[in-house]
């Protein structure tokens, strides 16, 4: 399975690539985790920053990636992040970090990643 993330707002390249940073600080993660770039427009020089693609394999894999995304989105920074996209075949969901409620990101994470929530 093939997750998608991508992100909006003013730092969103910036966003990414700390995302990127994060991830591949798992172990499990390592190798699985790659910056896309958009296709370049007429007039451009190359594509800017799009997406971040991560390879999941096993249920265990998505565990990890959800409670990294869930770290890595509680964490302050400097600016919000506006929008975070997860995309994978099972389901597409947006999160606003800007009012992150810990319980309900890990919720919407998990969701959106395929696995089995609680109170379903």
């Known amino acids: 399975m093939e997750i998608r993330i991508s992100a909006d707002g003013d730092g969103r ?24 770039n958009s296709v370049p427009q007429e007039g451009e020089l190359g594509g800017v920053l799009a997406a971040l693609v991560v390879a999941a394999g096993s249920g265990g894999t998505l565990t990890v990636l959800a409670s990294a995304l869930k770290s890595w989105l509680s964490r302050p920074r400097g600016t919000d992040v506006h929008i975070v996209r997860l995309e994978s075949d099972k389901a597409k969901v947006e999160i606003d970090a800007r009012r992150l409620d810990p319980d309900a990101a890990s919720w919407l994470i998990r969701k959106a990643l395929g696995e089995s929530v609680p109170g379903e």
């Open 13 to 36: 390249v910036a966003y990414l690539e700390s995302l990127s940073d994060w991830l591949r600080a798992e172990s499990e993660l390592r190798g699985r985790v790659a910056l896309v």
